[in-house]
């Protein structure tokens, strides 16, 4: 069992930046891909960004240019830096790690942007 605890949401200006992570309980992401999804109020829970055991990169096209997912498995920890943030980017962030058929999850970290 792999525990996936995301940290660094909160209330930020429009064009404003943050910074998720999310720490796994053991070392994972060196054969387990991580990713971030998101799920705003009354809507479906979409991807945002993955990034492979490799390192390869993959985003949604409202985040392109804007977010950025990194790790560090010598700490464990998958990142999602957040900069010009929009309205529409509130949501609740949930971290994913996923490998075969086995898939886990945070439980997620409120984002809400707001003038």
């Known amino acids: 069992q792999v525990q996936l605890v995301e940290s660094g949401g909160g209330l930020v200006q429009p064009g404003g930046s943050l910074r998720l992570s999310c720490a796994a309980s053991?070392?994972?992401?060196?054969?387990?891909?991580g990713g971030w999804y998101r799920q705003a109020p009354g809507k479906q829970r979409e991807l945002v960004a993955t990034?492979?055991?490799?390192?390869?990169?993959n985003y949604a096209d409202s985040v392109k240019g804007r977010f950025t997912i990194s790790r560090d498995n010598a700490k464990n920890t998958v990142y999602l830096q957040m900069d010009s943030l929009k309205l529409d980017d509130t949501a609740v962030y949930y971290c994913?790690?996923?490998?075969?058929?086995?898939?886990?999850w945070g439980q997620g970290t409120q984002v809400t942007i707001s003038s």
């Open positions: 994913n790690a996923a490998w075969l058929h086995f898939s886990y």
């Open positions: 053991r070392s994972i992401f060196t054969i387990y891909a």
């Open positions: 990034i492979t055991n490799g390192g390869s990169t």
